[in-house]
């Protein structure tokens, strides 16, 4: 008999979990498949009790799989390992095939006892956000000696954490979780609105809230454990004050500064508002707020969480891939850099100083640490700059091959550490946009680069894609002249035009 083993804290299930289970049934042709909604799970809290989740799973998977309660019942931590030998004693002449995430076959080797689990098991990757590399499974293989079978799936960024956020800011959901799990989670109150989220929203445009609600979600995305409660807080009533009247200023006992541009008061009124209108006395949440659109030198974590989260949320209109990348230092000082470029470029006259003094303290910092060791540093630039330019080459004529055109190469080493070098190019309309982004993405796979990142590639207006020291910039070219990428630094004096021979 072979049998699935789907684990996982299905807090609350979702379409994607069906899917993967329908899938799973049809490509491996299963005899049976068990879904186990865990315990304790090791790595990670879980804020609804057991029996409820195991109430939600039963409704979810009802008539398509066994729910299994044994995790729920049995003490301690639920380890996969110690589910799959129950199960194998139960049927012990059958086939197990464990069904886990991408990303959790990237982690496989911090499991608990991996290469028993190997033994155990076939192990079946259900791809979520993006495609599991070839280079993950052989490891897994190679390492645990396991047999690793990938899902026929398309990737999807449903996932449970977004889905209780929703469900905490009053959003619809019936297009993610089944109909009766849905009835049954706005029945009971779970995952309830909370107080401040439903006040806030009178205080917002909805286009506002819609993007407040990304902010919290990626504030929590950055936290650990101890920090969420407080980086909800912040993130949520970050912009609260953006659309109080000037009029009503005083009523906060706020007066603006002469040299403060209009564009960051929100955020120094934002304070005042949150203290007085929704009742906040924490001086870390408060200051989180403040300085979330200048920065200010020496922040602390609070603060770096608010200010990265407000500029890489999911409905941000830019690429977010470059700005996304390293620890949370290297992603704040990322955005940092870019937000004061694009504000120099826009609003030219009217930086806020504060925004100076923070640029000007974070890069003193960094350029300090930077070329510390020079001579090191040095070498290692030398040695990996061959590869850069011929990477960059290759980049510029499987883009001429697609007939890109106006092909840019801008050289930002030293002046941005998102990159070395952006290649941009543009196509006369999106389906061309596509084509060149699909050819140049085919061919730098078959030549063993694959991108870190890629965004924009389904609508196809900019498309941007991240292979660690080039990034690419795909264009429609209307949008090519909005956004000016070519003249961001140093006027385009770091910019060379690549000729087709």
């Not at 609350?12 to 069906?18: A, D, F, K």
Request: charged fraction near 25%; glycine fraction near 6%; proline fraction near 3%.
């Amino acid at each position: 008999m072979k049998i699935g083993i789907f684990g996982g804290t299905f807090n609350p299930p979702h379409v994607s979990h069906l899917n993967i289970v329908r899938q799973a049934l049809n490509q491996l042709s299963l005899d049976k498949m068990i879904v186990v909604p865990c315990g304790i799970p090791p790595h990670k809290p879980c804020e609804v009790d057991g029996r409820t989740r195991l109430t939600l799973t039963q409704l979810a998977f009802d008539g398509l799989a066994e729910v299994s309660d044994y995790e729920l019942n049995k003490a301690g931590k639920s380890y996969t390992v110690e589910t799959l030998r129950y199960f194998k004693d139960l049927y012990p002449n059958s086939e197990l095939y464990l069904i886990i995430g991408g990303d959790s076959l990237v982690n496989f080797g911090k499991w608990y006892r991996p290469k028993e689990i190997a033994t155990l098991a076939t192990l079946v990757v259900a791809d979520r956000k993006r495609k599991t590399s070839i280079r993950t499974v052989n490891r897994i293989e190679r390492d645990f000696g396991a047999k690793v079978v990938r899902l026929e799936l398309k990737p999807t960024a449903v996932n449970s954490t977004e889905i209780r956020l929703r469900y905490q800011f009053g959003m619809d959901n019936t297009d993610v979780v089944p109909q009766s799990v849905n009835q049954y989670i706005l029945q009971r109150g779970l995952y309830g609105e909370h107080r401040e989220i439903a006040k806030l929203r009178s205080y917002l445009k909805s286009e506002r809230f819609s993007h407040t609600f990304y902010v919290v979600k990626r504030g929590l995305e950055l936290a650990a454990d101890g920090e969420k409660d407080k980086v909800f807080t912040a993130c949520l009533l970050h912009d609260c004050a953006k659309y109080i009247s000037p009029a009503d200023y005083a009523k906060y006992g706020f007066v603006q500064p002469h040299d403060m541009p209009d564009s960051v008061v929100h955020s120094f009124l934002g304070r005042e508002v949150a203290k007085q209108d929704f009742g906040v006395t924490d001086g870390e949440i408060l200051d989180a707020i403040t300085y979330h659109t200048t920065g200010r030198p020496n922040m602390s974590r609070l603060e770096k969480i608010v200010y990265v989260a407000d500029k890489t949320e999911d409905s941000r209109s830019y690429p977010l891939a470059h700005l996304k990348k390293g620890s949370l230092d290297d992603m704040f000082i990322a955005c940092l850099k870019e937000a004061y470029e694009v504000c120099l470029e826009r609003h030219c006259d009217s930086v806020c100083p504060l925004s100076e003094q923070t640029i000007d303290y974070y890069c003193n910092a960094e350029e300090s640490i930077k070329y510390s060791g020079s001579d090191t540093i040095q070498m290692e630039k030398d040695m990996t700059k061959t590869t850069t330019n011929e990477t960059v080459k290759s980049i510029c004529e499987l883009l001429a091959a697609k007939q890109a055109t106006d092909i840019k190469i801008v050289e930002i080493a030293g002046l941005s550490n998102i990159a070395d070098y952006f290649v941009i190019c543009s196509g006369r309309s999106m389906p061309q946009v596509k084509a060149i982004f699909d050819h140049l993405e085919e061919q730098m796979e078959k030549s063993g680069k694959l991108a870190l990142r890629k965004e924009g590639h389904t609508e196809g207006r900019w498309i941007a894609v991240d292979y660690g020291d080039v990034i690419v910039h795909i264009f429609h070219k209307d949008t090519r002249e909005i956004y000016a990428l070519d003249t961001l630094w140093n006027n385009g004096s770091n910019v060379t035009d690549y000729n087709v021979d």
